[in-house]
Nanobody, 114 residues
Framework: QVQLVESGGGLVQPGGSLRLSCAASGSIFRINAMGWYRQAPGKQRELVAIITNDGSTNYAESVKGRFTISRDNAKNTVYLQMNSLKPEDTAVYYC????????WGQGTQVTVSS
């Protein structure tokens, strides 16, 4: 089994920053990609950012230049540094790890509000 533990969500004012972390443990074999998705109330889950095994990254247009995804392969951990946060970034953020199967974290709430 694989467990994903997320941390770092919370309440922040517009323009502020947060850093999300997601640590994978358990039956970890080859991780092909790690990423973050988010789901706002009444909306579909959407990709925020993804980083592949060779370090290639891809971002949603709405977060380019503000968010940075990174990973620590030795720790099987992926991070999402979120800067210049906007109210529209408010959502539950989910960690995603792709190996042979696709694994999801439990989600962490990010609320951007004054």
């Amino acid at each position: 089994q694989v467990q994903l533990v997320e941390s770092g969500g919370g309440l922040v004012q517009p323009g502020g920053s947060l850093r999300l972390s997601c640590a994978a443990s358990g039956s970890i074999f080859r991780i092909n990609a790690m990423g973050w998705y988010r789901q706002a109330p009444g909306k579909q889950r959407e990709l925020v950012a993804i980083i592949t095994n060779d370090g290639s990254t891809n971002y949603a247009e709405s977060v380019k230049g503000r968010f940075t995804i990174s990973r620590d392969n030795a720790k099987n951990t992926v991070y999402l540094q979120m800067n210049s946060l906007k109210p529209e970034d408010t959502a539950v953020y989910y960690c995603n790890v792709i190996m042979v199967l696709n694994y999801w974290g439990q989600g962490t709430q990010v609320t951007v509000s004054s």
